[in-house]
Nanobody, 124 residues
Framework: QVQLAESGGGLVQAGGSLRLSCTVS????????MAWFRQAPGKGREFVAG????????KYGDSVKGRFTISRTDSKEVLFLQMNSLRPDDTAVYYC?????????????????WGQGTQVTVSS
């Protein structure tokens, strides 16, 4: 059973930075595609950034392009989200998620494992 655990959230002023981490554990580690999603109060879960089997295969949501960077360790055990130039509308619970496929995807239904989420709050 794969388990995902996010950390690194918190309160930051607009313009600041945070780095989220997602530790992957379980009986089998693989370079399956992974992603970060976020959910603000009263809104649906939104794709933020994803990474495929090849770490060069990366995609970002339009609202975070140029500000956020997704990466992971060579061992595939930790997924990161570096968030710079944060804005109040980035405030949300951030979730990491993993598929059971190698191709990068942005579709919520393709993700079979989810973390519990970490709160990011950006003050103006």
């Amino acid at each position: 059973q794969v388990q995902l655990a996010e950390s690194g959230g918190g309160l930051v002023q607009a313009g600041g930075s945070l780095r989220l981490s997602c530790t992957v554990s379980g009986s089998f580690l693989s370079n399956y595609a992974m992603a970060w999603f976020r959910q603000a109060p009263g809104k649906g879960r939104e794709f933020v950034a994803g990474i495929g089997a090849s770490d060069e295969n990366i995609k970002y949501g339009d609202s975070v392009k140029g500000r956020f960077t997704i990466s992971r360790t060579d061992s595939k055990e930790v997924l990161f989200l570096q968030m710079n130039s944060l804005r109040p509308d980035d405030t949300a619970v951030y979730y990491c998620a993993r598929t059971r496929q190698f191709g990068l995807t942005t579709h919520l239904s393709d993700f079979t494992s989810w973390g519990q989420g970490t709160q990011v709050t950006v003050s103006s």
